[in-house]
């Protein structure tokens, strides 16, 4: 909240009293310096407290009839228009426990009648100058505040600007399309939707995390950028010795991560998901996967997690050396690798979200995918369509 001065730029002094001689009285004194407003009773005094341009300070007669100032007090530091606006007491009531009584119900000062002039100004001047602290202190922190979210929305666009240059980088030597990547993402998504709420993945699956994921998902195979074309172009399948060099991806992907790390000399949360799922997505549950023969709960969740969404995307989607599988198809294989190939729990929540899966491959369909394939996916949906 800021100062709300009046037109000719003075702060306003709301003044509530029973008696017309105080009224006078203050105006005299104050009007000089400040632009005042009167009240003769409480009632009157809330309603000018709530217009605009709000007092800036009210001075608050305590004995009235009908409604006291202690009263008064109460209400305005009810209301959030004027809670902030500071009160003081005049009152001819001395006695310490009335001073405390009118400090508990909000005020910031007690002055007695009759008043001293000097004293009043200097009380007056003294609080209004605070509240202009208190009030640039409050402009500063929502800018500070405003300064923060900016630099977090500019943080999240750096993220997004680098995985989208690695990406990219990525696609332009491999055969795989950039929809696999907006399809792995996606599926990898439903996967941690589905599992956040499962005693075993609930303590890892946050909000925040799924989201991470979701952002680190199509580094997955950024290491493929190091294979040699004859083998990442290869229009048929790899022979033993250039799968081996085709396995080096994951290694590949996990340094290039890390040396992105050290340049940035601090932790960033998302390239380290990003590591995980780059070295550890081709490890399999029962711990013949590599590079490094991870089994069962020592594969990191996001591997486990891509590990089900690379390989259903590669069965359904066409390759050089393969046609596209249809969805059952696909589903029975992935069913088959349950507790060998992919964590037990995972393919389960798998089969519970087979539709969404469909939808998925549905809506980020290769450009070249034929419309027998494309057919073949919608006869399988049931369910009203959902945007992925």
Not at 233 to 239: A, H, I, S, T, V
Not at 248 to 273: C, N, Q, S
């Amino acid at each position: 909240m800021s100062l709300t001065p009046s037109a000719a730029g003075k702060s306003v002094i709301l003044v509530i009293d029973d008696a017309p001689q105080n009224l006078t009285l203050m105006d005299e004194l104050l009007s000089d310096l400040y632009t005042v407003k009167v009240a003769p009773n409480g009632l009157r005094g809330l309603k000018i407290a709530n217009q605009i341009p709000s007092p800036d300070l009210i001075l608050l007669d305590v004995m009235m009839p009908d409604m006291d100032g202690y009263t008064v007090c109460r209400q305005l530091k009810e209301l959030p228009a004027t809670r902030d606006i500071p009160v003081i007491f005049l009152t001819a009531k001395t006695q310490l426990a009335d001073e405390q009584q009118g400090f508990a119900v909000g005020a910031v000062d007690y002055i007695a009648k009759p008043i001293s002039p000097p004293l009043l100004l200097a009380r007056v001047g003294t609080h209004l100058a605070l509240r202009q602290a208190a009030c640039f202190l409050r402009n500063q922190n929502a800018y500070l505040e405003q300064e923060v979210a900016n630099r977090t929305e500019e943080v999240r666009l750096v993220q997004e600007a680098t995985i989208l240059a690695m990406t990219s980088l990525a696609e332009t030597r491999d055969n795989e399309t950039g929809n696999h990547l907006l399809r792995t993402q996606r599926y990898v998504r439903t996967l941690a939707n589905g599992l956040r709420d499962h005693p075993r993945f609930a303590p890892v699956l946050s909000d925040s995390f799924i989201e991470l994921l979701f952002k680190s998902a199509p580094l997955h195979d950024i290491g493929k950028v190091g294979i040699p074309d004859r083998i990442l172009l290869k229009p048929g399948r790899l022979d033993a010795d250039e799968f081996e060099i085709m396995k080096t991806h994951t290694t590949m992907g996990w340094d290039a991560i890390e040396r992105a790390k050290a340049r940035i000399g601090k932790p960033i949360r998302f390239l380290d998901v990003a590591g995980e799922i780059a070295l550890s997505h081709q490890e399999k549950w029962d711990g013949s996967g590599y590079p490094n023969g991870l089994a069962g709960e020592t594969i990191p969740v996001s591997a486990r997690l891509m590990a089900l969404a690379d390989v259903y995307d590669a069965l359904i989607s066409r390759r050089v050396y393969k046609e596209p599988m249809p969805h059952d198809q696909a589903r029975a294989i992935i069913c088959a690798g349950r507790g060998q190939h992919f964590d037990p729990d995972i393919v389960d929540c798998f089969i519970a979200s087979e539709n969404e899966f469909r939808r998925i491959a549905d809506h980020y369909a290769d450009e070249h995918a034929d419309l027998e394939t494309m057919e073949a996916r919608r006869s399988h949906f049931s369910g009203p369509k959902a945007n992925p």
